[in-house]
């Protein structure tokens, strides 16, 4: 590698150095070279990128993570895992003594005082084929020697994030020849900044000017509305003008950028003069035919003239328009995008929830007649898809929480385990670990009186001492019986419910002691808020506030959620029982019709395809998973395709499951492990498992198709495999509940 | 394609392709031994044939115990081998061939390995087969996956190549 190209001013960029400074490079050093104004710049070339990778090893280390399994085979969530792995790579390693010392010279010479924008350049991106706008980081507004350069291993890094893969795949770019160069920019804070599309992405005969006052973040993250101007391509009039009453926009902080408000003139929504318009679309008329295409203009306005941020070509191709380009960039969530988020939650809709569930519980069901009752069925079924589809829109996004705080975390704290953030989340109070209390607290009482375990045994719960009787009642009341799955149901009789015999089998161990917390969370706490600037930690609190939020919730919503379907459960069970009993023909025509609408028996999880069965010639010896809580266990499988399958749990196996629910998690305190099909460090099993302080494989393919109950299994948490050995024939017979 | 068909498709595969094989042997003592060799695997995949001198110490061992592991894989000494390269272990009893079966494993044989002709017909070498009884096939650096050939599978006979 030589040492000269390493870092260049755009001067030094030709034409055709896309493989060296990227498309965003070059098309700045082609308009610096033709006299249009452009931000001081240099260029950290993909020669340094790859000089840092190759000498750490880093190539390797990032492919051997992304083919532990098919790509394919991975859900965003293990995506999202391998991105954060990979981008700790990147932040926790030093940069090569030749590179740092070219940097930190030029950066001294130009940058020693100066605010800076550092923008990806990847030569893949900005072709007129794909446009990776948003996909790679771009940060505005870094001071300081040691922050830009950890702003440029962050750009370096946004080559590997989950957006960045799942985007590459789609257009089946190769990942081997992946890039990346980094502009590191001065910072041009005009009065108004915004875009300009040479030609419309709407209509092919007009351009499209779009402005907002400040900072373009406001325009490009979506956070200012932006006024707009629609021209004619040809003629360049202004066939229409859309204003924008904004009252807000965004500006620089200390570092970074903020949202501020605006003074009274710029609400009027009259941001830039015909003259200024005339201006813009000059210049990008120049832009366009320069390079020969429809442009994409960044630009800012100061003191009249026209800085030009970027130009890149507008992507027309067919396959470009119908890329997912916009649902990967929906998988990032801004901290104030996920704090209107979390008041709606937390204020409205859990509040919301619970009252819905409470009165649908007091609600007498006898009382109604059969019309009335298959209409109530309606009703409550309704309620359930109701919550479902906010679980879907509203809960699900507000799991990103966590994930920001984990990238934050990993930032500035730059641990060796990218993963130690959750140990600041994991001291959160959790309906499922408060209901697994209460269960270890029946167990005790009846670990301590063995006539109530016989009582038990024998389904004599008349002969049960009041006070116990009590307590199971209270636990029902609040979480039902814990036979079908779902938190709140009553399905079946007390005797022969799942909630009593697991009560049995947790208590036929000895006590068990409560949850080891091995770290000091406050002090973890107070080291991450610490790694900031003093005028920033009351954010970083925020954030750590939020992100604990987002962890309770992504627990607490399924349990919330199965009382509700608690409930329609038991309207379609009174149904049910007032069907079998007989009664008029068209009342029962009524009831049945609405009970169709909520089968009560659960599915059991689909057969992901063949099943090997125990004769195969085909066995799985060693599987490949994510690493979701260290630690190595060994024990016989306990297979759960189906809510009854958990009553057979005993204490030491290992569960392995399809996808790990909160309203199942009650076997965990007996499980010796916890495996998983579905992928992810901060899915339920995971959370759970590391709160039991258990070892956790998940996002194993293949785990329900070759595995039975019975099999012999070892589950190595550190490195994220099962090994699994053949059940004994005896073992075999003995494991039909599946 | 399901499970079963894709890996045997690529044991199948391996084994065509790659034309040296590691053969790991144990002497009477238990002392081990590793060498490599050229192979041929039967069509159904139920055999592995290789050659040797009746005066090497493979054939010693061999002739000491029978049972006998082979390792084929496609590395390629690069560090991407770690995720890109496949292994297969076969497991199972070897045996000296003769009369017909020799004769039919020798002309596969020779069809792999035209340049072997006169190494394999010599009087002094020994034709052996491996009657495979379980492969093991490891890819994406840590996947292990079992297959039986041509039997219903014998818990008992699962022996660990990794362990």
Redo the contacts between chains.
Sequence with gaps: MSGEKLILPLAAIRPDDIDLAGGKGCALARLEREGIRVPFTIVVTTGAYQLFVDTH?LQ?RI??EL????FADMRWEEIWDAALRIRNLFLTHPLPPALDHQLQDSLDRRFADRAAVIRSSAPQEDSAAASFAGIHESYVNVRGRARIVDHVRRVWASLWSDAALLYRQELGLRPESSSMAVLIQELVVGAYSGVMFTVSPMQEGQSVIEAVPGLNQGLVDGLVMPARWILDRETQAVVSHTPSAQSQAVFPADQGVRMASLAEPARQGDTLSTREIELIAEQGRRIESLFGAPQDVEWTLLDGQITVLQARPVTTTAAAKSDKRGWYLSLRRSFENLQQLRLRIEDELIPAMIREADELASADLDILDDEALAAEVRRRVDCNQHWSNIYWTDFIPYAHGARLFGQVYNDVVKPDNPYAFADLLADTPMESLARNRQLEELAGIVRAAPAVADNLRLGRLEHLPSSFRAALDAFVAQYGTLSSGVTGDREGGLADSTLVRLVITLAERSPQPPIRKTVDHEALAREFVESFPAEERDWAWSLLDLARSSYRLRDDDNIYLGRIEAQARRAAQAAAARLAGGGPEKAGAALQEALALMPLEKAASPDP??T?S???????????GQPAGPGMARGRARVVRSPGDLKAFQSEEILVCDAVDPNMTFVVPLAAGVVERRGGMLIHGAIIAREYGLPCVTGVP?VM??VRTGDLMTVDGY?G?VIV?????GADSASTSA | MDAHETVRRDIAQLLSEQRLATLSTCNAQGHPYASLVAFDVTPDLAGIVFATSRATRKFANLTDNNHAAMLVENSRNQKSDIYEAMAVTALGVVSELSGTSQETAVAHYIRKHPHLTKFIQAPSTAVLQMAVDVFYLVNRFQKVMEYHVGRKADPAAGRDPAG
Excluded at chain 1, 67 to 70: L, S, T, V
């Design positions: 090893g390797e492919f051997l083919n532990r399994k098919a395809g063949l090997i125990p004769e195969s010639s085909l066995r799985a010896r060693q599987l490949v293949e198709q070759f490195l495999i050995s053949p059940s004994s024939p």
